[in-house]
């Protein structure tokens, strides 16, 4: 089993700074890829950034390109999310996603969430 847990949330000033971590513990050698995921109040959860196994980020959102960097550090099992020129529209509850390496029995798991909260 693998278990991911968040921290790093708060509550900012628009064109602030925050930066988000994402801790594996468990079964960490079957994950693999992992992202972060955010769920604006009222909207579907969507994708912010993903990262592969090795660290190397593959996507970002657009609303998020330039302003935010996904990083990992395989020796913690930690996953970071840098947040720099915060915006009022980037409030919400950001999800740390994990998946285990593609095969029978691969699981997702995800983690409880931290809210993050924009004034402008």
């Known amino acids: 089993q693998v278990e991911v847990a968040e921290s790093g949330g708060g509550s900012v000033q628009a064109g602030e700074s925050l930066r988000l971590s994402c801790l594996v513990s468990g079964k960490t050698w079957t994950v693999g890829g992992m992202a972060w995921y955010r769920r604006e109040s009222g909207k579907e959860r969507e994708l912010v950034a993903r990262i592969t196994r090795g660290g190397v980020p593959r996507e970002y959102a657009d609303s998020v390109k330039g302003r935010f960097k996904i990083s990992r550090d395989n020796a913690k099992n930690t996953v970071y999310l840098q947040m720099t020129g915060l915006k009022s529209a980037d409030s919400g509850v950001y999800y740390c996603?994990?998946?285990?390496?593609?095969?029978?029995?691969?699981?997702?798991?995800w983690g409880q969430g931290t809210q993050v909260t924009v004034s402008s």
């Open positions: 996603y994990a998946g285990d390496y593609p095969g029978p029995g691969s699981k997702d798991y």
